[in-house]
């Protein structure tokens, strides 16, 4: 029975991404969804990087952030997100069909329809019944901001944020080595294919944690299983840092950029 929810759940889901991305849907070999972008160029440029990273992982990575961009910079992958958690996804679809453009409107729809089923597995741990968090996947297959940002394709990944904080919650309830091993692969997972969201994640776990721990947290087996869980986070996301950071170490940005693209207390109202 179980089964069959989330198959049916899957596919309704799957209808909903398609309605919400109207009208990709028929389209998806000839189309790239731009969402609000003003022109195509982030979707375009989005394709290039889910290509660079098809282009690499049969080469097991090597020359990786050698990318032949932004000539004469060397590293210049490093200058943008990777996402080659996504990436990864994107070549496996690359196996089944020869047409970029559908390979990456199927990682999208795959996206949404995970956002969904993501979304429905927090409301579950969190003690939700089942037909709720169904009716709240939905939910976040449709999220505005999402659709708003479909020509962003990182902007777009929700579901590991999703398994991430159902993985906190499954820690927090009973601190195994297991579970502090999810935990750091779905938040590493979170930065591999955003890191925007990455980062924000990361500072949201730390904050959650803090107000989410009690007195039966405080233990060696829990010192332990967390410990693992940072190193295997640290581990999966060590060889993406170590190149960002080459990569930009000759860059900076001064205050000024900073405080105009920073958001301000009319954005949050």
């Not at 098809?54 to 490093?78: C, K, M, Q, S, T």
């Not at 679809?93 to 795959?110: E, K």
Request: some cysteine.
């Amino acid at each position: 029975m179980m089964v069959s929810h989330h198959m049916v759940s899957s596919w309704a889901y799957l209808a909903i991404a398609a309605i919400f991305t109207w009208p990709l849907f028929p389209d998806l070999a000839l189309h790239l969804p731009i969402g609000s972008e003003p022109s195509a160029t982030v979707p375009l440029f989005n394709l290039w990087t889910l290509t660079w990273n098809a282009n690499r992982i049969p080469e097991f990575f090597v020359g990786y952030w050698d990318a032949p961009i932004f000539y004469p910079h060397e590293l210049a992958f490093g200058l943008s997100d990777p996402m080659p958690f996504t990436g990864l996804f994107f070549f496996l679809t690359t196996l089944a069909t020869s047409n970029p453009f559908l390979s990456y409107n199927l990682c999208l729809l795959g996206i949404l329809v995970f956002n969904g089923i993501a979304a429905s597995h927090l409301c579950t741990t969190a003690g939700i019944e089942r037909v709720p968090g169904i009716f709240a996947g939905a939910l976040a297959v449709g999220l505005p901001w999402v659709n708003n940002e479909l020509g962003i394709l990182q902007l777009t990944v929700l579901f590991p944020v999703f398994f991430s904080l159902s993985a906190l919650l499954r820690f927090l309830e009973c601190s195994t080595y297991r579970r502090a091993t999810n935990l750091a692969f779905w938040s590493a997972a979170t930065y591999l294919s955003s890191t925007y969201f990455g980062v924000y994640l990361s500072l949201f776990l730390i904050v959650s944690t803090a107000c989410l721990t009690t007195k039966k947290h405080v233990t060696i087996t829990t010192a332990k299983s967390a410990g693992l869980g940072a190193a295997v986070y640290l581990l999966l996301l060590l060889p993406v840092l170590t190149g960002q950071f080459e990569s930009t170490t000759e860059y900076s940005r001064n205050n000024t950029v900073i405080a105009k693209s920073s958001a301000v207390p009319e954005h949050f109202l």
